[in-house]
């Protein structure tokens, strides 16, 4: 790897919070999956995160946001999730609000929370009309407190360091812009399973760079590969979870399954005030 790119890894453990709390471990995610087991199983649950991150890219997509925007919300809804149950926030509420937080954090400028209300409402009665019979309930209102919640979960820890930027910078040594274009779509695609929770944005980075190579039948990029000096095992163990959510994705009738998930998913406690339900979680002082 070149020095330029193990300066940014080194930098970014250095200062980062996503180093710090949020890489965690399988058990941990397991254990977040197992949480709702009277209802629902860990292939539910995957099957929600799928059909949710799908959910998230059309929202970012529609209002024209950039993938870096879309990733991060993507990872908000995700850690959220890992520290409590559905049952806490609905999310369908809780997909526009990591797009709404994210677009600030990302400095690409909030949007405006009429207008994703708007767009919500638009995919939820269009492309997403399998999953809602009914219209879109939320507010701005309930959008800006959901954030709060979010923030809070969060511990306050914005900063989503993605693979993006150490896969481009891999791919100038690589040559070729084939390998470096089937990559970032595997990268975005790899946002639909845990390995972004469980393994440092740099080796999800070189795993899609290396499953590029072999797609591509790439000679130069299996040379690059042989002399690096990170273990080819710990490479390859991100690409099989990346396998495993493509061979689950491409089993997924997501128009069929995702109703009947939907119902069974536990939903929040109804608030006669109007405001979010839900027991208020504290965040753990450790996520390992």
Known sequence: VS?????????????????????????????????????LSVDDVKKLHIFFANFIQALGETNKLRQQVIATATVYFKRFYILTSFKSIDPFLMAPTCIFLASKVEE?????????????SSLIKSR??????????????????????????????????????PLTLYAENLGGPEVLNTAWHIVNDSLRCDVILTHPPHMIALSALHMSAVIHNNENAMK?????????????????????????????????????????????????SGSLSGSRCSTPSTMR
Do not use: N
Not at 110 to 120: D, E, F, G, M, S
Not at 136 to 160: G, K, S
């Open 3 to 39: 020095t330029q790119s193990t300066g940014y890894q080194r930098r970014v453990r250095g200062m980062s919070s996503h180093y710090g709390q949020w890489i965690i471990s399988e058990e941990r995610v397991l254990e977040a999956q197992q949480r709702d087991s009277k209802s």
């Open 108 to 120: 690409c400028g909030a949007i405006p929370i009429q207008r994703l209300i708007t767009v919500c």
């Open 128 to 165: 997403f009309c399998f999953a809602m019979t009914s219209d879109f309930i939320y507010r701005p209102q309930h959008v800006l407190e959901c954030e709060f919640y979010l923030l809070e979960m969060m511990d306050c820890c914005l900063i989503v360091h993605q693979p993006y930027r």
């Open 224 to 272: 690059w590969f042989s002399d690096l000096t990170i273990s080819m095992d710990k490479i390859t163990e991100v690409s099989e979870k990346i396998i495993q959510l493509y061979e689950m994705w491409r089993g997924f009738d997501e128009k069929k399954e995702t109703p009947s998930i939907l119902f069974r998913m536990p939903r929040p406690r109804s608030s006669h």
